[in-house]
Each structure stands twice: as structure tokens, then as C-alpha cells.
């Protein structure tokens, strides 16, 4: 082998090592941005239940209140950002908490793309993700004065989700029960209808099969503390509950 084939082979393998050090970079640039989206989409979930947590305490206006909504949009923003990059990864439910978080900043135009991706990435998830997508594009599309568009989307959903088990039968009953509250506020609908879509609430806790998923219903119409055994832990001892006495 003459020196000049010599270097030539190390220049190759050096080149070689050298492309896969900076491809090697990027993909582990690429997968932290990917969990920074997850983190992201974790985090907004957070603080959108913590929000709702102390509006039922009474916590609606107020400096921390404030705080996590300022928190939330920047997140949503970031999270936008990043979502491009990542669309082969992405899931149906980071796009809708996403679309939750830009819709609650006021960027609704945002956010209703976001929502018609959720929709198709769930079309590849299955039955119960797609009834979540539609069921929360069309709380978007209630909030934003459509609302025959919102039924029709309610229609599909609940038609096109197969009733196999309890667990089926809770997704249906948690969309028309929601489906009965955004009713409510909209000017063109009735108290019969509302009462149409409870009467349908009511007979899918009396198809349960198990005192789980009856209990699962009732939860959804009344979301205070069960009493309930099948869902609720058992009572502690008084012994337990007091034990310094």
C-alpha cells in the first residue's frame, strides 16, 4: 500500500467519524427538544388542574392565579414551536392540551389548527382517542360561537365509538354529560335537550355491568367523593384516623 492510499484511507475514516460526531449531535439535540415537549405538555396539564383546583376553593383572580396563566402561555408558545419538528412522534393528547393552553391565552386561531391535528393524529389511535379529540374540538368550537359544527363533531364521535365495556360506557357518558353543560350556554339550545342528553347519561349507568363502572358514571355527574365502595378506600379505624388518643 503506497502512503498516498494510506492517507487516503485515514482521511476517509476520519471524515467518516466526523459526520456521525455531528449527526449524532443533532439526533441528541433532537431528542432532548423531544422531551422538553413532553415536560412542556406535562407541565401546562399541572397547572391547568391546579387552576381549576383553586377556582373551586374560590381562587379565581390574584397574583399566583395570574402568574400560572402568564406560565401557561409561554409554555403554549414553546410547545408550538417545537411541535413541527416533532409531528411524526407526536400524540393526539399533547396536541389537545396544547390547544387548551393557546385557546386559554387567546390565541385561538392557533389553536384550532392544533385541534385539527389532534383530530387526525387520533384518526391513527384509535377508537377512544379520537372520541377525546372531537369531544375537546368541540368544547373549542362551543366557546367560539359554532355550535352546529360542535354537534356534528359529537354526533360523529359518539356514533363511530363502539360500546364494548364499563370503561366505554364512562366515555360516552363524560361526553354527553359535557356535551349537556356546553348546551346550556348556548342561546339556540332548550332545557329538553339538556335533558335529552342526561336521560342518555342515565341509562348507560343503568347497562353497567359492575359496580365500578356505575360508580365511574355517577362520579362524572357528581364529581364529589364517592361513598361508594367500589371506588372509594375504606375507613380507617378510629384508632387510625386519631392515633394520638
Given at each position: 500500500?503506497?502512503?498516498?492510499?494510506?492517507?487516503?484511507?485515514?482521511?476517509?475514516?476520519?471524515?467518516?467519524?466526523?459526520?456521525?460526531?455531528?449527526?449524532?449531535?443533532?439526533?441528541?439535540?433532537?431528542?432532548?427538544?423531544?422531551?422538553?415537549?413532553?415536560?412542556?405538555?406535562?407541565?401546562?396539564?399541572?397547572?391547568?388542574?391546579?387552576?381549576?383546583?383553586?377556582?373551586?376553593?374560590?381562587?379565581?383572580?390574584?397574583?399566583?392565579?395570574?402568574?400560572?396563566?402568564?406560565?401557561?402561555?409561554?409554555?403554549?408558545q414553546q410547545a408550538l414551536t417545537l411541535m413541527d419538528a416533532h409531528a411524526p412522534t407526536l400524540t393526539s393528547t399533547e396536541c389537545r392540551q396544547i390547544a387548551l393552553a393557546l385557546e386559554e391565552s387567546g390565541y385561538r386561531d392557533n389553536a384550532g389548527e392544533v385541534w385539527r391535528r389532534a383530530l387526525e393524529i387520533a384518526g391513527r389511535e384509535g377508537a377512544t382517542q379520537r372520541l377525546f379529540a372531537r369531544r375537546g374540538y368541540a368544547y373549542f368550537l362551543f366557546r367560539n360561537e359554532r355550535p352546529d359544527e360542535a354537534r356534528d363533531l359529537l354526533r360523529t364521535g359518539l356514533e363511530e365509538h363502539e360500546v364494548m365495556d364499563d370503561t366505554d360506557r364512562a366515555a360516552h357518558a363524560q361526553t354527553l354529560f359535557h356535551?349537556?353543560?356546553?348546551?346550556?350556554?348556548?342561546?339556540?339550545?332548550?332545557?329538553?335537550?339538556?335533558?335529552?342528553?342526561?336521560?342518555?347519561?342515565?341509562?348507560?349507568?343503568?347497562?353497567?355491568?359492575?359496580?365500578?363502572?356505575?360508580?365511574?358514571?355517577?362520579?362524572?355527574?357528581?364529581?364529589?367523593?364517592?361513598?361508594?365502595?367500589?371506588?372509594?378506600?375504606?375507613?380507617?379505624?378510629?384508632?387510625?384516623?386519631?392515633?394520638?388518643?
Open positions: 500500500m503506497t502512503p498516498a492510499i494510506y492517507s487516503l484511507i485515514i482521511s476517509v475514516v476520519a471524515l467518516s467519524v466526523a459526520i456521525y460526531g455531528v449527526f449524532e449531535r443533532r439526533q441528541a439535540a433532537n431528542r432532548a427538544d423531544r422531551l422538553r415537549l413532553s415536560v412542556i405538555t406535562g407541565e401546562m396539564a399541572g397547572l391547568g388542574f391546579e387552576l381549576v383546583k383553586m377556582a373551586s376553593e374560590g381562587h379565581r383572580v390574584g397574583d399566583r392565579v395570574e402568574a400560572m396563566h402568564t406560565r401557561i402561555e409561554l409554555l403554549g356535551w349537556s353543560v356546553w348546551e346550556a350556554g348556548t342561546s339556540d339550545s332548550s332545557p329538553e335537550t339538556e335533558r335529552a342528553l342526561r336521560a342518555r347519561v342515565a341509562a348507560l349507568e343503568s347497562q353497567c355491568t359492575t359496580p365500578r363502572g356505575r360508580a365511574m358514571i355517577r362520579a362524572i355527574v357528581d364529581p364529589r367523593p364517592s361513598t361508594d365502595p367500589a371506588v372509594a378506600p375504606p375507613p380507617q379505624a378510629p384508632d387510625a384516623q386519631n392515633p394520638s388518643d
